[in-house]
């Protein structure tokens, strides 16, 4: 008898499981093959723009995705170094082997934590509820909760060119049964695509010709809990397609799934296909693709920005017309895949799913797309399986508070049209939600919902130390004439302020109002509180913003309500608000084309109803 399993040993299913196992759940990871866990399957690369804040709010967590990353990590990059560190995102290019063997590590160390080798071939259900989840050689596992976390194996279909197989990963087989089974509940799903680039062999590409892109110097990591970097750090190489690309592309759409009616479903927006953007943006001569080492002793590389399902003689073809890769060989050509997922509006804040008490759903499943958002929901999803289970606190996050709470409350909201990515421009309170300041932000929910290690915890104890004591030297007044003095180019106001306050003004820094506040301190602790100062004004601001938010959401509306009897409101507002079930007034407020008139109308209801 387990009080968790866990269906799935990707980047969802690694997190779920850790999670619950983490909150003291007996929890049983399920997969076809142990040695397939924590597998990156496409892109050997974690983090980037919104998706490195969710690594680093996982990681506040105690999760396992940011030290795997850099576990693995052999090219570090900040991204949009340029702007300011609230849109800034840090990515490594990981060694696709190293990172694996690092969550299969962490795995096998993690108490609480079983992990099973088999098929998941159905929910046992008992009166409308999960009991456990019948194997395909009859086995049984009892549970009270299960976390579904199937990626692009529910139903999965491969597609390159005229071929057609059964699967969710090349030579992987897929899970029909499953998906059999929850379509016959009469579950609201629909088909996503995805799709990755043909592999290529780095002894066989002219690297002399191509821009070499090095890893970053200065020694950031994804998670803080990584002393230093542990591998050598090798550099990535850029090369353009050419007209001659888009030529041999453009005469073999007839050859391409996406273009035949084989594949029918939406693939990401952000991350298309390379024949799809040949076609949708037909007046651009070039595109640039980026070569990543795939390990530090694997000569596999991948030419990330050329995923694809066209034939393999035709993507032979389009290697070679491209610079350096003229004599390149493809070790493993690509593909599309086509799965099945649940619509996101069907699970609540949870990711609990409505219908089936017990069911928790995380990643591909809810229609995302990346290993960041699935470890994200994997880790809600585990944590909140595992209260489920023990009777323990949900653990909820909002849009104010994370990353985290902005993706769930999209997707459970708003539902899924293509795979939904995260980026910093979903993020309304973007100003107070940066990378650098996850384990603030969230470290005291984590710490409640009783997730962190020892060694977590002391940690943060640490951490918690040295903000205080830099924040205490850094309230120490200077005036505009000490900063002068300083060498600091002030107007001379005779404005008093704190060292902390002055902080904020362009060119003003540590050196000017406190040089030796940042002494016995972390320098990650001092880069997060000089953030903090220059950020302040803003985030002050939005205060307000955050306020309104947090007392809307104090206006519950009931699952059950019948939004057909509540005057005013027009058949469309009845239907979408139907349709979404939110919680509070202030998600009534997120659905798309919900009206202020509507939402009047439903907080005048829900008054007359608490009064």
Request: charge should be negative; proline fraction near 5%.
């Amino acid at each position: 008898m387990f009080d968790v399993v866990v269906i799935g040993g990707g980047h969802a299913g690694t997190e779920a499981a850790a999670a619950a196992a983490r909150r003291g759940a007996r929890t049983a990871l399920l997969s076809f093959d142990r040695h397939g866990l924590g597998a990156m399957s496409c892109n050997p690369a974690i983090g980037g723009l919104g998706k490195g804040h969710i690594v680093r709010e996982v990681d506040a967590f105690d999760g396992l995705i940011g030290r795997a990353a850099d576990m693995g990590a052999i090219h570090y990059r900040m991204l949009n170094r340029s702007k300011g560190t609230a849109v800034q995102g840090p990515r490594v290019q990981a060694d696709r082997r190293r990172y694996a063997g690092a969550i299969q590590s962490m795995l096998a160390a993690q108490p609480n934590l079983t992990i099973v080798e088999g098929e998941a071939e159905a929910l046992v259900l008992e009166a409308d509820r999960v009991a456990g989840v019948q194997l395909a050689d009859g086995a049984i596992l009892s549970t009270r909760a299960v976390v579904l976390a199937t990626g692009t194996f529910l139903g999965g279909r491969l597609f390159r060119g005229e071929e057609r197989h059964l699967g969710g990963r090349i030579g992987e087989r897929a899970a029909t049964r499953m998906a059999e089974q929850l379509r016959a509940l009469g579950l609201p799903m629909a088909r996503m695509k995805t799709g990755t680039p043909p592999r290529l062999d780095g002894r066989t590409i002219d690297w002399a010709k191509l821009d070499e892109q090095p890893s970053d110097t200065d020694p950031w990591t994804m998670s803080p809990m990584t002393a230093a970097r542990p591998l050598p750090q090798i550099a990535c190489a850029i090369t353009r397609t050419t007209e001659e690309t888009h030529a041999i592309i453009a005469a073999a759409f007839h050859r391409s799934p996406l273009f035949t009616g084989a594949i029918e479903a939406n693939g990401p927006r952000y991350c298309p296909s390379i024949e799809d953007k040949i076609k949708r943006f037909a007046d651009r001569d070039s595109h640039q693709i980026f070569l990543e080492p795939e390990g530090l002793d694997d000569p596999l590389v991948y030419p990330n920005g050329l995923s694809t399902s066209l034939p393999t003689d035709v993507q032979e073809a389009m290697i070679a017309s491209m610079p350096g890769l003229e004599r390149a060989v493809i070790t493993l050509p690509g593909y599309a895949v086509e799965y099945d997922h649940i619509d996101p509006r069907a699970l609540d804040a949870r990711l609990a799913l409505g219908a089936l008490p017990g069911v928790f759903c995380a990643g591909q499943i809810n229609g995302t797309t990346g290993y960041e958002e699935a470890a994200g929901q994997g880790l809600i999803a585990g944590l909140n399986a595992a209260a489920h289970a023990c009777d323990l606190s949900p653990v909820i996050l909002d849009r104010a508070s994370s990353y985290l709470g902005v993706m769930i409350d999209d997707l459970v909201l708003q539902g899924v049209t293509e795979p939904y990515r995260m980026l910093t421009a979903r993020a309304e309170y973007r100003l107070s939600l940066r990378a650098d300041n996850a384990e603030t932000r969230l470290g005291g929910i984590a710490e409640t919902a009783g997730c962190l290690s020892a060694e977590r915890l002391a940690h943060r104890r640490r951490r918690q130390e040295q903000q205080q004591m830099l924040r205490e030297r850094l309230s120490v007044v200077r005036t505009a004439s000490d900063l002068a003095r300083s060498g600091a180019a002030i107007a001379q106001d005779g404005a008093r302020r704190t060292a902390y306050e002055w902080l904020r003004f362009d060119g003003v820094t540590l050196a000017h109002v406190a040089p030796d506040a940042a002494e016995g301190c972390d320098p990650a602790v001092v880069a997060e509180t000089l953030e903090d100062a220059r950020y302040a004004p803003y985030v002050e601001r939005q205060a307000e913003e955050v306020a309104r938010l947090r007392a809307d959401e104090q206006i519950l509306l009931s699952a059950s309500l019948d939004y057909a009897a509540i005057p005013g409101l027009s058949q469309e507002m009845i239907d979408r608000l139907s349709l979404a079930r939110p919680a509070t007034l202030a998600a009534a407020s997120r659905i798309r084309g919900i009206t202020p008139a509507a939402l009047s109308a439903v907080l005048l209801h829900a008054r007359k109803v608490a009064a």
